[in-house]
């Protein structure tokens, strides 16, 4: 099993750097590796202004609340975080998405792939062998499928460890990731955090097309990490939803307790933080960029915002969403649920 970690860690590392997601080492004579940072489209590292060493973070000033609690230290199967992937999308990237499990510095983790009957006959004899070859990996395949909803339930239904990733399989985590969310679960009292994200096309070099600029604008502002929760939280997601929902680390009793909505095949995520949000339990922001979220044409959101069919479920959850936070007497969150 190390030895294939090693290998995978090797490749995926080798891809990463290739596409600037990940520092190139370069030895200093009579010193320790150091990295060179690929620039970026300003002659900088494409870092740079975020959280580096995981202690101090940028932004206005303090705020969202105390960050005070802890997370579960460990679970009965020995893993911290389990990462939970389902899967039904193109073969090749959900390879890349297992390579970067693999690769993680954090090694207290259990990866389960939830197969949702994808045709290829190549994809399910390869997991089952890394399954033999790893105990930490664990495949399983829907005798009928499900959907991307009730995968997604199935999911959480096998989630063992006191913290769960629900991972796009198509897309990759950077090799700290599972260091940094288990960290700031341990110093905060997050019932879920979004850390730092990049955002690669289909090919896996670096992009920022218009949504993400606008996500960036949506998101809270002040000094991160920082904690938001409640009217601030259902507020700031209802004018738009500035999450990387596959990147978000969730405590797994959180995420069991409020669970992915039936009827909901692309606004799960957006239909979970809300619940998040009406229980007054905080999101957790950081900006370690730790994790590459996957922009392409063949996602599950693309092909159904082309259809239509995303933007008719995101007109019925608005409409649910404004009279719920009404009912609340959350005036605000109702008005960001209205105005659309």
């Not at 510095?105 to 890394?130: F, I, M, S, Y």
Request: proline share 6%; hydrophobic share 40%.
């Amino acid at each position: 099993p190390h030895r294939l970690a090693r290998a995978c860690a090797g490749g995926v590392r080798a891809g990463l750097v290739h596409r600037g997601i990940v520092a190139r080492r370069r030895h200093v004579p009579g010193g320790a590796a150091t990295s060179r940072a690929p620039p970026g489209p300003c002659g900088g590292p494409w870092w740079d202004g975020g959280v580096s060493d995981g202690t101090s973070g940028q932004g206005g000033a303090s705020g969202g609340g105390d960050l005070g609690g802890g997370a579960p230290e460990g679970s009965g199967t020995g893993a911290a975080v389990d990462v939970l992937l389902p899967f039904y999308g193109d073969p090749g990237l959900l390879r890349e998405a297992v390579a970067s499990v693999l690769a993680q510095r954090e090694r207290a983790w259990r990866l389960v792939v939830v197969d949702d009957g994808h045709p290829d006959p190549a994809t399910a004899p390869w997991l089952r062998g890394l399954a033999g070859q790893d105990e930490r990996v664990e495949y399983h395949r829907n005798e009928r499928q499900l959907g991307a909803g009730g995968n997604y339930r199935r999911c959480v239904e096998l989630a063992r460890a006191p913290l769960a990733v629900v991972m796009g399989a198509d897309d990759v985590m950077l090799p700290g990731y599972l260091s940094r969310v288990r960290d700031l679960h341990a110093r905060t009292a997050a019932a879920v955090v979004q850390p730092g994200v990049v955002v690669v096309d289909g090919a896996g070099d670096r992009v920022r097309p218009a949504a993400d600029r606008v996500k960036g604008l949506l998101a809270p502002r002040g000094r991160r990490p920082l904690a938001v929760a409640g009217e601030e939280l259902a507020t700031g997601l209802l004018h738009g939803n500035w999450t990387y929902f596959p990147s978000l680390c969730w405590r797994t009793d959180v995420l069991r307790r409020h669970g992915f909505r039936p009827g909901w095949e692309v606004v799960q995520d957006l239909a979970l933080l809300l619940d998040v949000a009406a229980s007054g339990e905080p999101l957790v922001l950081d900006d370690e960029v730790v994790f590459a979220y996957r922009r392409h044409g063949g996602s599950d959101s693309a092909v159904k915002a082309v259809s239509g069919s995303r933007f008719d479920e995101e007109r019925r959850l608005l409409d649910g969403a404004a009279a719920d936070m009404a009912a609340r007497g959350w005036a605000r969150a109702a008005r960001a649920a209205r105005w659309r």
